[in-house]
């Protein structure tokens, strides 16, 4: 059986002025996430070594979805890099222990957060996807040019921008809300909230993140489109 196992680093933690209170929140985010996303979870998500982060899921698993929730939880304190690799796993499965699994998929995970690294995009770069799985090589590449070009439209996200994206990515994930409903979580104004979704090309990141994600559960052995 394959599985995504995902693998990953905060940028320049050890520059952080307060890393407890940084590590703080990516422990709380780690068990934020296998307590949301535990129906589809093989080996629960674990910090280890301070500021990295690891964890084994199944083929159905939103991991983009998943990439969000832990960069966006950071946004206002680091950086992230999330490696995800697809493939098998050669050792057993303990559910609580991620770090005990190993195999092609961790492997092509670690693969991935090496091309995050190597071919950062002016540093703008925040995910990759590797398998070698036969069969799934020209799909990886077309979703990692996508990636690519996300990363680059959220990389100009400042300000309230930068706001309102953790807010609605880490409330909604990318379920389609109103921008009322928006406005008023935000206690903003509708046309405020409707300004800056339109400056930032907000719609578009979330409908083509939806839309690869969805790509992703049809072609890896997930649910259908």
């Known amino acids: 059986m394959n599985y995504y196992a995902l693998?990953?680093?905060?940028?320049?933690?050890?520059?952080?002025?307060?890393?407890?209170?940084?590590?703080?929140?990516?422990?709380?985010?780690?068990?934020?996430?296998?307590?949301a996303y535990s129906d589809c979870l093989a080996a629960q998500m674990m910090v280890n070594a301070g500021d990295a982060f690891q964890g084994l899921f199944l083929p159905q698993a939103p991991m983009l979805e998943i990439c969000d929730k832990i960069r966006y939880a950071l946004v206002d304190h680091c950086g992230v890099r999330v490696g995800i690799g697809f493939g098998t796993i050669e050792t057993g499965i303990v559910r609580t222990q991620s770090i005990l699994s190993d195999g092609?998929?961790?492997?092509?995970?670690?693969?991935?957060?090496?091309?995050?690294?190597?071919?950062?995009?002016?540093?703008?770069?925040?995910?990759?996807?590797?398998?070698?799985?036969?069969?799934?090589?020209?799909?990886?590449?077309?979703?990692?040019?996508?990636?690519?070009?996300?990363?680059?439209?959220?990389?100009?996200?400042?300000?309230?921008?930068?706001?309102?994206?953790?807010?609605y990515l880490m409330h909604h994930g990318f379920e389609?809300?109103?921008?009322?409903?928006?406005?008023?979580?935000?206690?903003?104004?509708?046309?405020?909230?409707n300004t800056t979704i339109q400056a930032m090309g907000f719609f578009a990141y979330l409908d083509t993140r939806r839309e690869t994600e969805?790509?992703?559960?049809?072609?890896?052995?997930g649910s259908a489109l």
């Open 214 to 221: 969805q790509i992703l559960m049809a072609s890896f052995g």
């Open 104 to 167: 092609p998929a961790f492997w092509n995970a670690r693969q991935a957060l090496s091309l995050v690294r190597e071919q950062d995009y002016y540093d703008t770069r925040t995910t990759a996807l590797y398998t070698d799985v036969p069969g799934f090589q020209t799909i990886t590449s077309l979703v990692n040019q996508i990636l690519v070009l996300q990363d680059q439209l959220a990389s100009r996200w400042k300000g309230t921008q930068l706001e309102l994206a953790k807010h």
């Open 7 to 35: 693998v990953g680093d905060l940028k320049e933690s050890r520059k952080s002025a307060d890393r407890k209170a940084l590590q703080e929140v990516l422990l709380t985010q780690v068990d934020a996430i296998n307590t």
């Open 176 to 193: 389609k809300v109103t921008q009322t409903q928006v406005a008023k979580e935000m206690s903003l104004r509708v046309q405020q909230v």
